[in-house]
């Protein structure tokens, strides 16, 4: 595929392309209004609606889930007032009403029988490919946000049952990774694959945060580290919640690192650790440094770091080596130096506003958009990282992807029961849950 052609099919990121009868959204009342629901009201969640309602006005949202109702409530003022902004009718957006929002663990199941078009699930990632799951069941379209699983378990149940489910179902999936529609990225990319650069030959690939994040809500004080709702209100903290930081953040950059190079690693090898000033349990149990080498059948080399660490400095670079040339590439610059050197001068456009521009329009013109096997790519390669950091070990993906047995959502959890906390897992305390994995 050479670059024009790349660039006109990038904006799908990897949608199936097949075309499909239109959706009658609205047909009822003789509207072409789309019902959005929404399942995981907290920051993300409230962003991803007011990036919906920013990328196509004429959608409602009809209902909500959350484990409080205060967030649902403070969910649908931060949506009124930004529908204000565009020039809208608040009340003919946000008309999520006392008997269409839900509270609890269970609150997806309810918000999946109102009449909502889509649903957007924006809960703490252990739940992703369960939801995802229920939602497809259930005729929905989605938008999920990253990462749609944590673990080989759920990434099984991914490749193997929900994507080709979206696709027999007619179900458009779109998934969170935004990074994928951004112009000047997708240039990049295609002058890497189009062969620029020459052939790839090493990858480096870094995002260091000057800050630990820890979750987007205060917590109770009535409420300690072992409580369910504590390890909920602070997910992104915990690593059962999370997937930790190396699959719940870095993928973005993961991501993009995969898509240049286009081909899924063999092995891998970790190391990684946590300030010691950051206080546990009360801040979780996952790495605050995480640091993977991937090997490649070509004989590529990936080196994927992050790092979320107070009092450090940002730096959040992929660099693509070739043998003709190199690519340097953030989110806010992109250049190639070489044989043919190139500096982007495209406009910075709003990627996650795109992401769901290309849904809408794809639900609109009947077209089927599934993007779960990219990101479902991204969030293995992630899990594997992880598992080598925190193991210590050298992995063969394969088998992990293949083979592994590791799950991390709890059995018959309960939102006001109590779960142990793990210690922050270093070679020394941590064990593989399948040693035939190891090289």
Known sequence: MNRNQ???TAALASAAGLIMPKFSFGAAMGSDKIK?????????????????????KNIEFVAAGDIYMEQIQKCGEVVSNFAKRLGLKPEEVWKVKPDTSFVGLDAIDKVLQTNADVVALVTPPVFRTLHIEKALNAGKHIFAEKP????????????NELI??????????????????????????ARVRDGQIGDITSVVCLRYEPEYLTGWYDVPKNLVPEDVRYQLLRWLAFTWTSGDQYVEQYIHNLDLALWAINEMPTEVIGSGGRQTDIPFPELGNRQSNTHAHFSFASGISLTGACRQEKGTSPYCPLKVYGTKGTLDMTFERQTITGEKPWRSDAPKNDAVVCEHEALFKALRSGTHFNTMKQCADSCFVAICGREASYAGKRIKTA????KSKQSLLPENLSLDGKLPIAPVPNPTNYKLVDRKSVV
């Open 6 to 8: 790349f660039l006109k």
């Open 36 to 56: 959005v629901a929404i399942v995981g009201c907290g920051g993300r969640g409230t962003g991803a609606l007011q990036n919906m309602l920013a990328a196509d």
């Open 148 to 159: 749609i699983c944590v673990d080989p378990v759920q990434l099984r149940k991914i490749y």
């Open 164 to 189: 080709p489910l979206a696709d027999k179902k007619g179900l458009s999936v779109l998934c969170g990774t935004q990074m994928r529609y951004q112009t000047a990225i997708q240039e990049a990319i």
């Open 399 to 402: 088998w992990f992807r293949e």
